[in-house]
């Protein structure tokens, strides 16, 4: 089972990105999603998870009403659109799947993926 993230880059200040996680085998509809960035001399943070069927989300205070995370099984894809980004957003995001969107939220997952670096600069 592996997890795979794309779609960063180096975006300006207020533009907008979207990543993508990407899983073989059935993971993707299975389990909860999370989307987390380790910024430089930064700890891992939760940015948003997605329970397995959809119907449950969770932003950080820091993202919200700017990222939306979304999934589609069938594609076997999460995607975090990304928008108003600012200098802070900079980081290596990662995509962690778990078996509850709670033990996404604590932390608990069972799959990671490779990150992916997001780099907000003028």
């Known amino acids: 089972v592996q997890l795979q993230a794309s779609g960063g880059g180096l975006v300006q200040p207020g533009g907008s990105l979207t990543l993508s996680c990407t899983a073989s085998g059935h993971i993707l509809d299975r389990y909860a999603i999370g989307w987390f960035r380790q910024a430089p001399g930064k700890e891992r943070e939760l940015v948003a998870s997605?329970?397995?069927?959809?119907?449950?989300?969770y932003y950080a205070d820091s993202v919200k009403g700017r990222f939306t995370i979304s999934r589609d099984n069938a594609k076997k894809t999460v995607d975090l659109q990304m928008n108003s980004l600012k200098p802070e957003d900079t980081g290596v995001y990662y995509c962690?799947?778990?078996?509850?969107?709670?033990?996404?939220?604590?932390?608990?997952?069972?799959?990671w993926g490779q990150g992916t670096l997001v780099t907000v600069s003028s």
């Open positions: 997605i329970s397995w069927g959809g119907g449950s989300t």
């Open positions: 962690a799947a778990g078996v509850t969107q709670g033990a996404v939220i604590s932390g608990s997952n069972d799959y």
